[in-house]
């Protein structure tokens, strides 16, 4: 019997504020959110707890609730065994960090949605990821799986009791670092000789299926090739970007990146929209052209912020999550094309360009890409660059247009603070890159709108929905909030945003730092304790928080002339000097931190009159170079702008000439 053959009836979920949550809200699982009361029900009941972690936007979380968490016979079983607990990731990411590092621990490999069977004191002793309800593929089902989890908690108790303890104390012993040498050196060279080792040189990104972006990779190859003119990784960071702007990864009709590529071409991504994909590789995009003045790139950075401005913005100006992957219960549903439907969409002339842009087949449905760029096309059809860009937005629109008619994939619209932080970074530096006072302007409004909301009392707060924000904040959201209203005051040059990213620089520090060994601990000295307070260093999805807070530090320290600011920096580097130089390249973004440690670096101060012309036109001419190594300062004054330029505590002759000021810090 199936859940759609009985009365739908709400759970526990039923009153959370977590999308991912609320989507389980009417299962025959007898779910609780993660919280003391499941725990105390386990332990009164003497069962094992069930914790299922996943995401709203999670492509196979849905299949496994459509053939587990939706059906009477599993849901049954599970409410005999255990007691279920939901947890959204994202809400959550210290809990997912723990139990996902357990997973790893036990099976090699990890991934969502996580299952995790443990004791009622939080021991895990079994996990997975995707069950379906019955064994296949040699893959054990919920079905088959659940009935010897009863007999082994009934009849092995103390086997299982020692096995938790096991991988409880491994967990523990993991989170264990002693502080090593200072990072610097030619680690970060290391790290691009480890890229290089694993590039892929006909397609990009590393080698082999799936393919994820590694904008973090990007931004190192980027600074490597700054400082050595090492010209192969440039060539990589190039042929990388080149490849995903042209493939399915990329959104060709409404920009924006999807999650990841399932094969090694870039060509059929996994569908789903996340907000930090799209914050990360837009700087990245927005570097490479810095360095490249490609106009391609330019585009694909703009493309990416202006589908996160018109998709994603909630009503408060703040950023919603993700997009999912599946419409219409049908994965890609949205941005897929059969020939007829563009048949219907365009005319001929325009179709039969289409075909040629997008490599169409008659048959199916077609992830758009192109399977070459603009020049060449236009080269091979024989029609200008400039006719075929207009035709190109022209088709372009006209598809954006027949979309919106659509099903449109669900939005998870909760406010995530880290990745809010992640998206106002790439808004504001972008802005200064392409002169786009429209991005500052959002970056503003969503940082104005977490300051308000996120941070009314002097600690931060995670997750904001439905009017209500909620859960105390770990690093990461710490972290990527002050990087943000960094690249926004140097963006805007208001001070409120650099005196907000000291007033959290400071709670940071208070309540996360490791004063024993150095580094920042995930989770605030007063958060909810779990198997372990972890320190992370390794780059995900997204860098470590530890990796943006040392980069913080550094640019704070030049910003606010203070050098114990740097020295902390140093000390945070120094507490995850033995797994960064074991695995400098799964340390990306520290190595970019670590660059900047290195120094030289350069404090270049404007005075002049922001109205005028000349000021303008000197602070958009330092915006538009890669200087990722100078921090940037306006003194309002009503004369002719005059440059000021610093570096190691000496000061140079002011210039009001810019090329003698780029000349001073393009060393």
């Given at each position: 019997?199936?859940?759609?053959?009985?009365?739908?009836?709400?759970?526990?979920?039923?009153?959370?504020?977590?999308?991912?949550?609320?989507?389980?809200?009417?299962?025959?699982?007898?779910?609780?959110?993660?919280?003391?009361?499941?725990?105390?029900?386990?332990?009164?009941?003497?069962?094992?707890?069930?914790?299922?972690?996943?995401?709203?936007?999670?492509?196979?979380?849905?299949?496994?609730?459509?053939?587990?968490?939706?059906?009477?016979?599993?849901?049954?079983?599970?409410?005999?065994?255990?007691?279920?607990?939901?947890?959204?990731?994202?809400?959550?990411?210290?809990?997912?960090?723990?139990?996902?590092?357990?997973?790893?621990?036990?099976?090699?490999?990890?991934?969502?949605?996580?299952?995790?069977i443990m004791?009622?004191?939080?021991?895990?002793?079994?996990?997975?990821?995707?069950?379906p309800?019955?064994?296949?593929?040699g893959?054990?089902?919920?079905?088959?799986?659940?009935?010897?989890?009863?007999?082994?908690?009934?009849?092995?108790?103390?086997?299982?009791?020692?096995?938790?303890?096991?991988?409880?104390?491994?967990?523990?012993?993991?989170?264990v670092?002693?502080?090593?040498?200072?990072?610097?050196?030619?680690?970060?060279?290391?790290?691009?000789?480890?890229?290089?080792?694993?590039?892929?040189?006909?397609?990009?990104?590393?080698?082999?299926?799936?393919?994820?972006?590694?904008?973090?990779?990007?931004?190192?190859l980027?600074?490597?090739?700054?400082?050595?003119?090492?010209?192969?990784?440039?060539?990589?960071?190039?042929?990388?970007?080149?490849?995903?702007?042209?493939?399915?990864?990329?959104?060709?009709?409404?920009?924006?990146?999807?999650?990841?590529?399932?094969?090694?071409?870039?060509?059929?991504?996994?569908?789903?929209?996340?907000l930090?994909?799209?914050?990360?590789?837009?700087?990245?995009?927005?570097?490479?052209?810095q360095?490249?003045?490609?106009?391609?790139?330019?585009?694909?950075?703009?493309?990416?912020?202006?589908?996160?401005?018109?998709?994603?913005?909630?009503?408060?100006?703040?950023?919603?999550?993700?997009?999912?992957?599946?419409?219409?219960?049908?994965?890609?549903?949205?941005?897929?094309?059969?020939?007829?439907?563009?048949?219907?969409?365009?005319?001929n002339?325009?179709?039969d360009?289409?075909?040629?842009?997008?490599?169409?087949?008659?048959?199916?449905?077609?992830?758009?890409?192109?399977?070459?760029?603009?020049?060449?096309?236009?080269?091979?059809?024989?029609?200008?660059?400039?006719?075929?860009?207009?035709?190109?937005?022209?088709?372009?629109?006209?598809?954006?247009?027949?979309?919106?008619k659509?099903?449109?994939?669900?939005?998870?619209?909760?406010?995530?603070?880290?990745?809010?932080?992640?998206?106002?970074?790439?808004?504001?530096?972008?802005?200064?890159?392409?002169?786009?006072?429209?991005?500052?302007?959002?970056?503003?409004?969503?940082?104005?709108?977490?300051?308000?909301?996120?941070?009314?009392?002097?600690?931060?707060?995670?997750?904001?929905?439905?009017?209500?924000?909620?859960?105390?904040?770990?690093?990461?959201?710490?972290?990527?909030?002050?990087?943000?209203?960094?690249?926004?005051?140097?963006?805007?040059?208001e001070?409120?945003?650099?005196?907000?990213?000291?007033?959290?620089?400071?709670?940071?520090?208070?309540?996360?730092?490791?004063?024993?060994?150095?580094?920042?601990?995930?989770?605030?000295?007063?958060?909810?304790?779990?198997?372990?307070?972890?320190?992370?260093?390794?780059?995900?999805?997204i860098?470590?928080?530890?990796?943006?807070?040392?980069?913080?530090?550094?640019?704070l320290?030049?910003?606010?002339?203070?050098?114990?600011l740097?020295?902390?920096?140093?000390?945070?580097?120094?507490?995850?000097?033995?797994?960064?130089?074991?695995?400098?390249?799964?340390?990306?973004?520290?190595?970019?931190?670590?660059?900047?440690?290195?120094?030289?670096?350069?404090?270049?101060?404007?005075?002049?009159?922001?109205?005028?012309?000349?000021?303008?036109?000197?602070?958009?001419?330092?915006?538009?170079?890669?200087?990722?190594?100078?921090?940037?300062?306006?003194?309002?004054?009503?004369?002719?702008?005059?440059?000021?330029?610093?570096?190691?505590?000496?000061?140079l002759?002011?210039?009001?000439?810019?090329?003698?000021?780029?000349?001073?810090?393009?060393?």
């Amino acid at each position: 019997m199936t859940r759609q053959d009985s009365p739908v009836k709400a759970n526990r979920l039923a009153a959370e504020t977590s999308p991912y949550l609320l989507q389980h809200a009417t299962n025959p699982v007898d779910w609780f959110p993660w919280g003391d009361e499941a725990f105390e029900r386990a332990k009164n009941l003497d069962r094992p707890v069930f914790l299922s972690i996943g995401y709203s936007t999670c492509h196979w979380c849905h299949v496994m609730a459509h053939e587990c968490f939706e059906d009477e016979e599993v849901a049954s079983l599970m409410n005999e065994t255990f007691v279920s607990v939901k947890v959204d990731r994202e809400e959550l990411p210290h809990i997912d960090h723990v139990y996902m590092e357990a997973c790893q621990l036990m099976t090699g490999s990890g991934g969502w949605p996580l299952t995790v069977i443990m004791s009622p004191d939080r021991k895990p002793f079994f996990a997975a990821t995707y069950l379906p309800k019955h064994t296949r593929g040699g893959i054990t089902g919920m079905m088959e799986m659940i009935p010897l989890i009863a007999q082994a908690w009934q009849t092995g108790r103390a086997k299982i009791t020692d096995s938790a303890a096991e991988i409880t104390r491994v967990v523990r012993q993991s989170g264990v670092m002693k502080p090593g040498d200072a990072l610097g050196g030619d680690l970060p060279g290391k790290a691009v000789g480890e890229i290089k080792s694993r590039h892929d040189p006909v397609h990009g990104g590393l080698a082999g299926a799936p393919k994820f972006p590694m904008p973090h990779h990007i931004m190192l190859l980027l600074r490597h090739h700054r400082r050595t003119g090492d010209q192969e990784a440039l060539s990589m960071a190039v042929r990388t970007l080149e490849a995903m702007r042209l493939g399915g990864i990329y959104d060709h009709v409404g920009g924006g990146f999807h999650r990841y590529s399932t094969d090694e071409l870039w060509r059929v991504p996994h569908f789903e929209k996340m907000l930090y994909d799209q914050a990360l590789l837009a700087r990245a995009y927005a570097e490479a052209y810095q360095v490249t003045a490609r106009d391609d790139f330019r585009h694909t950075a703009e493309g990416v912020l202006d589908y996160v401005i018109r998709d994603l913005c909630t009503p408060e100006g703040m950023f919603a999550t993700a997009e999912d992957a599946d419409s219409e219960g049908e994965e890609g549903r949205f941005y897929q094309w059969t020939a007829g439907e563009m048949k219907e969409t365009l005319d001929n002339k325009d179709y039969d360009l289409a075909r040629e842009i997008f490599d169409i087949r008659e048959e199916g449905a077609n992830i758009l890409r192109m399977p070459q760029d603009e020049t060449n096309l236009a080269r091979r059809i024989a029609l200008t660059w400039q006719d075929l860009a207009w035709r190109m937005a022209r088709i372009r629109h006209a598809l954006f247009e027949a979309r919106l008619k659509r099903v449109r994939p669900f939005r998870d619209d909760k406010v995530l603070t880290d990745w809010n932080g992640l998206m106002i970074a790439a808004l504001a530096s972008c802005s200064r890159t392409f002169s786009r006072r429209d991005y500052a302007d959002a970056a503003g409004q969503a940082a104005d709108g977490l300051l308000e909301k996120m941070f009314p009392d002097g600690r931060l707060l995670h997750v904001y929905r439905s009017g209500k924000a909620r859960l105390k904040a770990g690093l990461d959201d710490h972290a990527f909030l002050i990087w943000g209203l960094i690249e926004l005051h140097e963006a805007t040059f208001e001070p409120r945003y650099l005196e907000a990213a000291t007033t959290l620089h400071e709670v940071l520090v208070e309540h996360f730092l490791d004063r024993e060994n150095g580094g920042f601990f995930s989770t605030s000295d007063d958060a909810e304790a779990i198997l372990s307070r972890s320190k992370a260093s390794f780059d995900n999805a997204i860098p470590s928080g530890n990796s943006v807070a040392m980069l913080n530090l550094l640019k704070l320290s030049l910003l606010l002339g203070d050098p114990s600011l740097k020295d902390l920096a140093m000390e945070t580097g120094r507490a995850f000097s033995q797994s960064a130089s074991r695995i400098p390249s799964a340390h990306a973004f520290m190595m970019c931190a670590v660059d900047l440690l290195m120094g030289p670096t350069f404090e270049v101060t404007i005075s002049g009159d922001p109205a005028r012309q000349d000021t303008a036109d000197m602070i958009e001419a330092l915006g538009r170079r890669f200087l990722p190594h100078v921090v940037t300062r306006l003194r309002p004054d009503q004369g002719k702008a005059v440059a000021s330029v610093c570096t190691e505590n000496v000061c140079l002759v002011p210039s009001g000439d810019i090329r003698t000021v780029l000349d001073h810090v393009s060393k």
